[in-house]
């Protein structure tokens, strides 16, 4: 990477109408003429298997994708077709000869012998499981957050409450084939079913709490599918689609945010104070210019266009040299308002003795709405109703602007971020030295 020209992701904006594989070949085309610009460390892989650091977990991923970029459906639809896909390959093979392979097609209808077809090596999980991996012991998860070993375990509450979820989601599955004119019945003897109707009553069925944004033949073809076998390979088309659009939109859009250490009021105030620290020296210029003063006064205007500049250009990429110098980040808004004890702010002499629990506590981030979009059914992924919006819409500006710090724990994007400060710096130099001896060589006027 150039020092000098090293350039952070381009934003990737989202096409318009639902999305589908031309779609989606658009976005990785885009991102591959900057793939320079992700390190191996931050890769797409990496951030799904949990391997990178804060804050490019892939809770943080998830939490940019809720909260910044509002299509959390995608993640949460992708890790539970990799948990899926994995089991159902890991059960009984009398159970999977229940439910044959299907080959993806553009129509509503399958093609030859599609269904006597073996499985595609793409069908089979293409990344290793990660800690939030879904995790159904039996066939059919668990539908009530009380389970038998609960002191408030109701059996025939418990009992009641599957099966009107069960009844529920098959209710939804009906409709959702109905509106693509699909008249006849899933094959309910077939493994998984129960859960398969779950997820698109989830995320495939028109107004579904987490629904897809595909299109009408896109979601017509999945659902005939379906009806067909509960095999992985129905959910081609699909998964297709949503591998196109993490990884060609979602993925380097969130690393882009990611390489920003200061919230929006920080960075907002500090790329202001790089513009008056520029004005001042202009006018500073003006006034030693118009004076009977020496020239060579006006070389005290040097540090306010270094320092201006330099700021400035970091602040217009989403960095704060201030927070810079010790390696650390603003809180995100949904970040403030946890479990107190789980937030600190910690100095360089630390570092070495931090980890990931005792920099920050996952699991009490955002008033509890973080482990809830983890979950693989549940509500939409709104946060409107979160306790955290209020609070922080109630927070005076000046504590908006100087927020807790946490320290950036992944060692990539701390290197990236050195890369623009010097950047920035290199930059700075080679404008204000130019600009500095032509004031210099401005001839004295001696207005006064």
Same mark, same amino acid.
């Given at each position: 990477?150039?020092?000098?020209? &090293?350039?952070?992701?381009?934003?990737?904006?989202?096409? /318009?109408?639902?999305?589908?594989?031309?779609?989606? $070949?658009?976005?990785?085309?885009?991102?591959? +003429?900057?793939?320079?610009?992700?390190?191996?460390?931050?890769?797409?892989?990496?951030?799904?298997?949990?391997?990178?650091?804060?804050? @490019?977990?892939?809770?943080?991923?998830?939490?940019?994708?809720?909260?910044?970029?509002?299509?959390?459906?995608?993640?949460?639809?992708?890790?539970?077709?990799? #948990?899926?896909?994995?089991?159902?390959?890991?059960?009984?093979?009398?159970?999977?000869?229940?439910?044959?392979?299907?080959?993806?097609?553009?129509?509503?209808?399958?093609?030859?012998?599609?269904?006597?077809?073996?499985?595609?090596?793409?069908?089979?999980?293409?990344?290793?499981? #990660?800690?939030?991996?879904?995790?159904?012991?039996?066939?059919?998860?668990?539908?009530?957050?009380?389970?038998?070993?609960?002191? $408030?375990?109701?059996? $025939?509450?418990?009992?009641?409450?599957?099966?009107?979820?069960?009844?529920?989601?098959?209710?939804?599955?009906?409709?959702?084939?109905? %509106?693509?004119?699909?008249?006849? %019945?899933?094959?309910?003897?077939?493994?998984?079913?129960?859960?398969?109707?779950?997820?698109?009553?989830? &995320?495939?069925?028109?107004?579904?709490?987490?629904?897809?944004?595909?299109?009408?033949?896109?979601?017509?073809?999945?659902?005939?599918?379906?009806?067909?076998?509960?095999? /992985?390979?129905?959910?081609?088309?699909?998964?297709?689609?949503?591998?196109?659009?993490?990884?060609? %939109?979602?993925?380097?859009?969130?690393?882009?945010?990611?390489?920003?250490?200061?919230?929006?009021?920080?960075?907002?105030?500090?790329?202001?104070?790089?513009?008056?620290?520029?004005?001042?020296?202009?006018?500073?210029?003006?006034?030693?210019?118009?004076?009977?003063?020496?020239?060579?006064?006006?070389?005290? @205007?040097?540090?306010?266009?270094?320092?201006?500049?330099?700021?400035?250009?970091?602040?217009?990429?989403?960095?704060?040299?201030?927070?810079?110098?010790?390696? @650390?980040?603003? =809180?995100?808004?949904?970040?403030?308002?946890?479990?107190?004890?789980?937030?600190?702010?910690?100095?360089?002499?630390?570092?070495?003795?931090?980890?990931?629990?005792?920099?920050?506590?996952?699991?009490?981030?955002?008033?509890?709405?973080?482990?809830?979009?983890?979950?693989?059914?549940?509500?939409?992924?709104?946060?409107?109703?979160? =306790?955290?919006?209020? +609070?922080? !819409? !109630?927070?005076?500006?000046?504590?908006?602007?100087?927020? +807790?710090?946490?320290?950036?724990?992944?060692?990539?994007?701390?290197?990236? %971020?050195?890369?623009?400060?010097?950047? #920035?710096?290199?930059?700075?130099?080679?404008?204000?030295?130019?600009?500095?001896?032509?004031?210099?060589? =401005?001839?004295?006027?001696?207005?006064?």
């Amino acid at each position: 990477m150039s020092l000098l020209f &090293y350039r952070r992701p381009d934003y990737v904006a989202k096409l /318009p109408g639902p999305m589908n594989l031309t779609q989606c $070949q658009i976005y990785v085309e885009r991102t591959q +003429k900057h793939r320079r610009a992700i390190p191996p460390e931050l890769s797409f892989e990496n951030i799904i298997q949990n391997k990178a650091l804060p804050p @490019c977990t892939l809770q943080d991923f998830m939490d940019y994708l809720v909260y910044v970029s509002h299509d959390a459906e995608n993640l949460q639809f992708w890790i539970w077709l990799q #948990s899926y896909t994995k089991r159902f390959y890991a059960a009984a093979p009398s159970d999977q000869a229940l439910s044959p392979p299907w080959s993806a097609v553009e129509g509503l209808q399958p093609t030859g012998n599609d269904l006597n077809q073996p499985p595609r090596t793409a069908d089979k999980p293409k990344f290793g499981a #990660s800690e939030y991996e879904v995790n159904f012991d039996q066939q059919e998860p668990p539908m009530s957050p009380t389970g038998p070993m609960s002191p $408030q375990f109701d059996k $025939q509450s418990f009992i009641s409450g599957m099966a009107n979820t069960a009844r529920s989601a098959a209710d939804s599955v009906e409709d959702a084939n109905a %509106q693509v004119g699909l008249k006849w %019945q899933s094959f309910t003897i077939q493994p998984y079913r129960s859960e398969i109707n779950r997820v698109i009553s989830h &995320y495939i069925a028109p107004n579904s709490p987490r629904e897809l944004n595909l299109s009408h033949k896109t979601r017509a073809a999945v659902l005939h599918a379906l009806q067909h076998t509960t095999h /992985p390979s129905a959910f081609s088309l699909v998964r297709d689609i949503v591998e196109g659009t993490l990884r060609g %939109q979602s993925h380097p859009n969130f690393i882009r945010w990611s390489i920003c250490n200061g919230n929006k009021p920080r960075v907002l105030f500090v790329r202001n104070s790089g513009i008056a620290h520029v004005a001042g020296g202009v006018i500073l210029a003006i006034i030693l210019m118009l004076s009977h003063a020496s020239r060579w006064w006006r070389l005290f @205007c040097f540090p306010l266009f270094l320092v201006g500049f330099s700021i400035g250009i970091a602040a217009y990429k989403g960095l704060c040299v201030i927070i810079h110098t010790g390696h @650390c980040r603003a =809180l995100r808004p949904w970040e403030q308002f946890g479990d107190a004890a789980s937030l600190h702010s910690f100095d360089n002499d630390d570092e070495a003795a931090l980890s990931t629990d005792d920099v920050y506590s996952m699991s009490h981030r955002g008033g509890g709405k973080r482990g809830i979009s983890m979950d693989t059914f549940g509500t939409n992924n709104g946060y409107d109703h979160e =306790l955290w919006v209020e +609070k922080y !819409k !109630k927070k005076p500006l000046l504590q908006r602007i100087f927020t +807790k710090n946490i320290w950036i724990q992944d060692e990539a994007v701390r290197i990236l %971020q050195d890369r623009i400060v010097v950047q #920035s710096h290199a930059w700075s130099a080679m404008i204000t030295v130019p600009l500095t001896a032509m004031v210099v060589a =401005l001839p004295v006027v001696g207005a006064y």
